[in-house]
């Protein structure tokens, strides 16, 4: 919605403060919130300790879905962090956003195209990288000529294609259940007198339920994003 983020300049690098500042606090809060829930373990859980314990469970659970076998051991808790760190930049900007002298300083970095291409690369070297380590350069490199040699360029769109979807897909959820929020709220402050009272009352009840909406599609695309990314991460680490 055209809007204008600080950037900085170092060493012909170009850094957008509000990205920066969202992943940092997203970073905060993570630590916080596990370090919280982790606290005085029992053998018998209770209260928060469950908590944590189902959350482990829960993003165990994904990557055994893809990896039943050992393989799938090495990659609970990366599959637990990453479903952290995406889930909690989805919501921050339905909750925290920052506007400061016509410049928006904080918001979602996951509405941003720059950081899930960044998230799905990641994801994309560690899996050829597993792939090598698994399988062997032999093992790997003859994934993309199986089950025959002419499906090579096939496999490696396939590669390029998964990269791109597994970004898009949740930059493109993220950023427009936040331009929707902006326009709903922009509608509750557009009228005056009379009309501005009942737009404001409609908008805010529009905004509380778009709101909690969009915390369910930020969970969905977390659990989507992570699910991928093991499905992806498997078929390099599991061979035929």
């Known amino acids: 919605m055209n809007e204008s983020y600080p950037v900085v300049s170092f060493m012909g690098l170009r850094f957008n403060l509000a990205n920066d500042l969202a992943i940092l606090i997203s970073c905060i809060l993570i630590f916080a919130l596990?370090?919280?829930?982790?606290?005085?373990?029992?053998?018998?859980?209770?209260?928060?300790q469950n908590v944590l314990e189902y959350l482990i469970d829960f993003t165990n659970g994904i990557v055994k879905q893809a990896m039943p076998g050992k393989e799938g051991n090495r990659f609970g808790l990366f599959a637990f962090v990453l479903f952290l760190f995406v889930w909690v930049n989805n919501q921050l900007g339905l909750f925290l956003q920052l506007d400061v002298g016509g410049k928006t300083w904080l918001r979602s970095s996951t509405a941003d195209p720059i950081i899930t291409l960044s998230l799905a690369m990641m994801?994309?070297?560690?899996?050829?990288?597993?792939?090598?380590?698994?399988?062997?350069?032999?093992?790997?490199?003859?994934?993309?000529?199986?089950?025959?040699?002419?499906?090579?360029?096939?496999?490696?769109?396939e590669n390029i294609t998964n990269f791109v979807t597994l970004a898009l897909r949740l930059y493109g959820n993220i950023y427009a259940g936040e331009v929707l929020l902006l326009l709903i709220r922009q509608l509750a402050f557009s009228g005056h007198g009379l009309l501005g009272g009942v737009s404001f009352i409609g908008g805010f009840a529009i905004e509380v339920i778009w709101q909690g909406f969009s915390v369910f599609i930020g969970t969905i695309q977390a659990y989507i994003f992570v699910t991928l990314s093991t499905v992806y991460t498997s078929e390099k680490v599991i061979s035929d």
Do not use: C, D, M, Q
């Open 34 to 48: 596990v370090f919280w829930l982790a606290r005085k373990p029992t053998l018998r859980p209770n209260g928060r």
């Open 123 to 157: 994801v994309l070297v560690l899996s050829h990288f597993f792939g090598v380590v698994f399988n062997g350069t032999k093992g790997y490199l003859r994934e993309y000529v199986s089950p025959v040699a002419f499906l090579l360029p096939i496999n490696l769109i």
